[in-house]
């Protein structure tokens, strides 16, 4: 199975700061790579498809980067409601695998 | 709107089986792959597989086979998932997710937590 390794597990930027989350495929995956949002007690959420193609409803402030083996979801102005844990999912080879995650704290 | 309407939690006996609920609105149901995903400790994500409603085929992660049957009732847009045999270790929240195009989940629904304890 394709290890999908974020980091750091967690992240404390103040209001306003871009942040970056990192993940990083044990093996090279092209671009299928897709981020979520999970707030606490909620679902994931889709944020960004395929590394980089944006999803309708989503804020503009999300983005996504990268192919290969390393990919990058950016919020370019953080708010204090994108409080939550960040994952990525790999879906190049079966069977399809999360990363860890990433909590995102608000200084 | 799409929507994915789970059934509530439960408290299970260990040995026990039990069946989970995703009834899909706003779509065409047939249209697209219904996933099915276990966090454990409120955190890791876990693919347990996929149905394909159009036509009953699946397809699991190795890891959930003889623990998860998935089915459909296409005529109520429901889809199941069947959790065999329950230990301690299935204690998770379960949910459902609509399968993208491009291998993405697009649509979730909002879990169902399964406690399993004597």
């Known amino acids: 199975d394709i290890l999908l390794t974020q980091s750091p597990a967690i992240l404390s930027v103040s209001p306003g700061e871009r942040v970056s989350f990192s993940c990083r495929a044990s093996?090279?995956?092209?671009?299928?790579i897709h981020w979520y949002q999970q707030r606490t007690n909620g679902s994931p959420r889709l944020l960004i498809k395929?590394?980089?193609e944006s999803i309708s409803g989503i804020p503009s402030r999300f983005s996504g980067s990268g192919s290969g083996t390393d990919f990058t979801l950016s919020i370019n102005s953080v708010e204090s409601e994108d409080i939550a844990d960040y994952y990525c999912q790999q879906s190049n080879s079966w069977p399809t695998t999360f990363g860890s995650g990433t909590k995102l704290e608000i200084k | 709107e799409v929507q994915l309407q789970q059934s509530g939690p439960e408290l299970v006996k260990p040995g026990a089986s039990m069946k989970i609920s995703c009834k899909a609105s706003g779509y065409s149901f047939t249209g697209y792959t219904m996933n099915w995903v276990k966090q454990s400790h409120g955190k890791n994500l876990e693919w347990i597989g996929l149905i394909n409603p159009y036509n009953g085929g699946t397809s699991y992660n190795q890891k959930f086979k003889g623990k998860a049957t998935l089915t459909v009732d296409k005529s109520s847009s429901t889809a199941y998932m069947e959790l065999l045999s329950l230990t301690s270790e299935d204690s998770a929240v379960y949910y459902c997710a609509r399968g993208g195009y491009d291998g993405e989940m697009d649509y979730w629904g909002q879990g169902t937590s399964v406690t399993v304890s004597s």
């Open positions: 395929y590394a980089s």
């Open positions: 093996q090279s995956i092209g671009t299928s």
